[in-house]
């Protein structure tokens, strides 16, 4: 499949140089991992500008605290990610955000409809909405929710009435089913 | 709760995405320390969504790069060290060019200043070799001049007789002088052209007071000094040199005799 990273500096050294504040090593952490993690906030977003906002703002957190990142605890892209998305939804639910009219609130989002502009996702030849339209709805639902738009597993229970256990066990399901369309299971 | 029921349950999911509680995450990480298939399904969670990440990825404006890396600073903060690993390879190379050329240097000087002391040393010894022997020309020098001075001294004396010997012999040249002060009664050989009369032989001075000869001693040729000192004598009339067996006579040899001299009065 295209797109994906050849990757030449060891993940363990890639680490410790940032960690050292090698800047060299931080410029290729960053065209490394950018568009994928661009990807995942604009997701949660939907703004360029916001996007934009956002990464900036997550590489300088990564290059600031690099040394609170903890192998034993995930892979480096986990980290990177989750404090990615963390910031995406907190830009989501800050006033400024709601203010400014493009927060995708629970109320207007209607996934089966397409009411997301999932076209200006597409990249590299597949897109979100073809991949979701490749599981069950159910499973489709929750994935899109939390997997791509950041909702928790506590919002997802309390604003779609599903229960926790059925908000895990659907997100596994369809993660699995991701994983074997995208061919990507080691 | 087995392991696969914990895969199955689909909290891994929900730790790789971060949504999950302290305590959860602490369950989650236990369950990876003690169950190897746990965390490797977890590696598997994190590795899918890594490259589904990359797969749906979104290239962002080339503006946020820019803008992000010029907002870095542009050396490693106070008090951090800088681990820029071709900087560092430099900064190792150049420091090891550094010491290579200082041991270099270091030797190079070594061994020019050893030279210079090598040479140094040798001219030294040479010169307190050279000094030495000066010492030693000097002392000769000075015994020599000793001697000059002494026999100027007799010669002048007015009581001091200049007493030529000649060769008794036919086809002989030998020539010498007596120098005898009267009054001192010292007596100086002046050997002349008188050689050296070989291992077994010793030529003997003898003075001739009142018409018979009485030694004056084995003329001693160690002393490389033409004026040789005998003994000391008064009333002589004459002086004869004879060539004697080593250590001389009580009484010389007449036929041995090789130079005789009168004193005129």
């Known amino acids: 499949m295209s797109g994906r990273t050849v990757y030449i500096i060891p993940e363990e050294e890639l680490v410790r140089r940032v960690q ?24 949660i977003v939907r703004s360029e500008e916001v996007a934009s906002e956002v990464l900036n703002d997550a590489f300088l957190r990564y290059w600031e605290r690099s040394e609170k990142y903890d192998s034993s605890k995930g892979k480096l892209y986990t980290w990177m990610v989750n404090i990615a998305r963390n910031l995406a939804i907190d830009k989501t639910r800050s006033k400024e955000f709601s203010q400014s009219g493009k927060t995708d609130s629970v109320e207007s989002f209607v ?18 909405r073809e991949l979701l339209s490749k599981l069950k709805p159910d499973q489709a639902e929750i994935v899109d929710l939390m997997y791509f738009q950041g909702y928790t ?10 229960p926790l256990g059925t908000v895990k066990t659907r997100l596994r399901a369809g993660m699995i089913l991701l994983r074997k369309l995208l061919n990507v299971d080691k | 709760m087995t392991s696969k029921e914990f895969i199955e349950s689909g909290i891994l999911e929900l730790y790789v995405l971060g949504t999950l509680s302290a305590p959860e995450k602490a369950e989650v990480e236990r369950m990876c320390a003690e169950h190897p298939e746990v965390k490797a399904e977890l590696e598997a969670v994190e590795h899918a969504m890594e490259l589904m990440d990359q797969e749906l990825g979104i290239a962002p404006p080339v503006s ?70 000066m010492a030693q020309e000097l002392n000769q020098v000075k ?81 490389s000094n033409s004026l040789v000192k005998m003994k000391n004598i008064k009333g002589a009339v004459a002086f004869a040199i004879t060539l004697e067996p080593k250590g001389g006579l009580e009484s010389p040899t007449l036929e041995n005799m090789v130079v005789l001299g009168q004193i005129t009065t």
């Open chain 2, 143 to 223: 015994n020599s001049l000793d001697q000059n001075e002494q026999m100027l001294a007799l010669a002048t004396d007015e009581n001091t007789k200049r007493i030529q010997l000649n060769a008794t012999k036919e086809g002989s040249n030998l020539q010498l002088f007596v120098y005898w002060n009267t009054t001192s009664e010292e007596v100086y050989l002046d050997l002349g052209n008188l050689g050296t009369p070989g291992d077994q032989q010793d030529y003997q001075l003898w003075a001739i007071v009142e018409g018979k000869p009485i030694d004056m001693g084995v003329i001693d040729f160690t002393n």
């Open chain 1, 153 to 162: 597993q506590s919002e997802i229970e309390e604003k779609f009435n599903i």
């Open chain 1, 111 to 128: 996934y089966a409809e397409a009411a997301l502009p999932m076209e200006e996702m597409k990249v590299d030849g597949i897109g979100v």
């Open chain 2, 64 to 133: 946020v790069k820019q803008k992000l890396f010029d907002a870095l600073p542009e050396s490693a903060p106070v008090g951090k060290q800088l681990h820029l690993e071709p900087a560092s390879e430099t900064k190792n190379n150049w420091m090891m060019a550094a010491s290579v050329t200082f041991a270099l240097l270091s030797f190079g000087t070594a061994l020019f200043f050893f030279q210079r002391y090598s040479s140094v040393s040798g001219e030294y010894e040479a010169l307190v070799a050279q000094n030495s022997m």
């Open chain 1, 20 to 43: 050292e504040k090698d800047k060299l090593a931080f410029e290729y952490l960053y065209d490394r991992y950018s568009k994928a993690i661009y990807g995942v906030v604009f997701r």
